[in-house]
């Protein structure tokens, strides 16, 4: 009997059937059968729109591969490519595991050199999160001279995933200017290019740049007529970047024409709620609203979910009036807790004055802070777009609240280069009184940056590993949640610790000023 790992070099020396013994019966191999239907399964793989048939069929073929050649390294590969698009793995092949990464630790047992694995394998890292490993899978997917095109499109990946736009951006452009890209890369690549252009052309205000992301989408939907996922991104693109509503609500129509899947549903959903926004704030006409809302709740149930992209409008739409005549808080993202960024901050961050003008209008916080205790106005000044900066100023936004970090928003501009704003800021100090009260808002009762004194003891428990004892005096951080939903957890700090926690039932957090009071710094 022929062991596994002698499959391949032996074929490759015969050039011809051998044939393997597995219990009394005899199995033929046939490894350019076997090639040939793993290239038919890798192109059913290249051509998925989102039809899982198309994957099913992609995976007996694969089966199939495998019974007429065990060592075909590349089967183990392409089937990770059909776990990864949410396909399964033939039961009898799949074993103790059938994820991608099990998949490609047996194409590598088979084939340790194989490049290609370790491009898919630096694809399965990047989509754990784990950036790290899949630079260094990518890396050696390079040295053992990969597909060129495969790692490219992963290596622009990973730095998109990572935030790295500057870095992905040149390598999408290669990719879509290259005749020899093959198509499925092609469509990728162009599609990810169009949207770091428009992220792009929206915070520069650059008209050209969004034109030619445009363009991008237009020239996908030509080149892939039947692919649904390209309607479905160009429909996004038109309601997010240019609020072309109806012709966003066409393409989402069309793509759910070609296929019933979650993404068409949900850009038509959305489009729906701005309908139901315009006829209810700007038309005044509540029965067409109704009927606008009726519908999309059929296809999207949660219309505060729009709160996520009106910071990349182009102007302001009555969707934010709509929602907060619903009933739904601007100031938070809806069912999220409090630690992650708010409307207003996401807007600020855009440099987007008009969604900021809108929502503070509409009653937003202006001073409650989010990730890592951060303001809006902090992030305005970050960004250097003093007119964002004046504006929020103007409304009262507090200039000397500081970041998790400890950095208001002059320092923060400052550490960032953005000289004008930090002035702006710094002007603004001067003219106003450093702020000793609670903010408003009773779930966060503490000001990022102000000193506390402990007035009583209080002792380390399951939740907060240190006693507060009366006379500390220590500086607010930020807020924070615990796996406990009902707990809510404060850091403080002092020079000498810069982890001190005091963890509350939500439900008590009224009673904070029992035990702290602010002091100047």
Known sequence: MIRRHAFASTLTLLGAFLLH????????????????????????????????????????KLDQALRLDPGNAAAFVQLARVAMQGGEIPEDIAGAGGGPRQMLSRALKIKPDYGDAYTMLGNVFRDEQNFKAAQQALDQAKRLGADEHRLLFAQARLFKAQLKYDEARPLYEQLVGDPKTPRHVLHGAGDDLALIL????????????????????????????????????????????????????????RALAMLNFGQAKEQLGRDLYLKWAQALITQKDATKAQEYFDEARRFYPNPAELLHEVAFYPHAHPIVEALKQKGYSLDRFDGEDPGGDTPLAVAAKRANLAIVKQLVENGADVNLGGYDESTALMYAAVSGRVDVVEYLLGKHADPWAQDGQGLDAEQAARKFGKTEAAAVVAAAKKKTPKQTAAPADPERPFRPGQMYRVKKFVPANQWAGNDLKPGDKVIFSDRFTYSDPNIAGFRFRTPSNPDIEWAVNRNEISRWSEIFEAVAN
């Open 21 to 60: 013994g597995v219990g009394t019966a005899q199995v033929l191999l046939q490894p350019d059968k076997s090639a040939e239907l793993v290239q038919q399964a890798s192109d059913l793989i290249d051509d998925y729109r989102g039809r899982s048939g198309a994957l099913d069929v992609a995976a007996a």
């Open 198 to 253: 428009a992220s792009a052309g929206q915070a520069q205000r650059d008209e050209a740049v969004l034109l030619r992301a445009d363009a991008l989408y237009r020239k996908g939907i030509e080149s892939q007529p039947d692919s649904p996922w390209a309607l479905g991104n160009y429909a996004s693109f038109l309601r997010i970047y240019r609020l072309d509503v109806d012709e966003s609500e066409r393409m989402a129509r």
